[in-house]
């Protein structure tokens, strides 16, 4: 699948690491995303809510009946393949397999097999408002 037909078809975009600080990337691309009406899952211990919506502790806390299209990992890339591990967790008894999208620099080989063996999309070392933005 292109990138732009999973921007395209994606309603709901877990934001892993999303944070309550305004200068931070993954504040900023979070209400980027809401603006341009994707559905935002927070996910990171150190947050309640972000924008007004539940933050979730880890991938594990996320209930089984919401259904995430794209997991966007904004954690340094020492935590990806953990990460990566959690999500292919998370979703597998689920019908979905959730693409995975490492911001720049988050992406390492390790984490990249594990999603691809696991039948998921992995979009590697892209930002999404960047892609977005050129693509739409």
């Known amino acids: 699948m292109s990138i732009k037909e999973l921007l395209y078809q994606a309603k709901t975009i877990a934001i892993v690491g999303c944070s309550s600080k305004q200068y931070r990337t993954s504040y900023m691309i979070a209400g980027y995303l ?17 924008f007004g919506i539940t933050c979730y502790p880890s991938v594990f806390d996320i209930p089984d009946d919401i259904r ?17 591990q959690e999500i292919v967790e998370w979703s597998a008894n689920l019908r979905n397999r959730p693409s995975i999208w490492t911001q720049l620099d988050v992406s390492t ?28």
Do not use: Q, W
């Open 34 to 50: 809401l603006d341009v009406g994707y559905e935002i899952i927070p996910v990171n211990p150190n947050e309640s809510r972000v």
């Open 68 to 84: 995430i299209d794209i997991f966007n990992i904004f954690r340094n890339k020492i935590y990806t393949f953990n990460m990566v």
């Open 109 to 136: 080989s390790a984490a990249k097999e594990l999603a691809e063996s696991s039948g998921h999309n992995y979009i590697e070392n892209r930002c999404i408002l960047v892609e977005h933005k050129r693509l739409f």
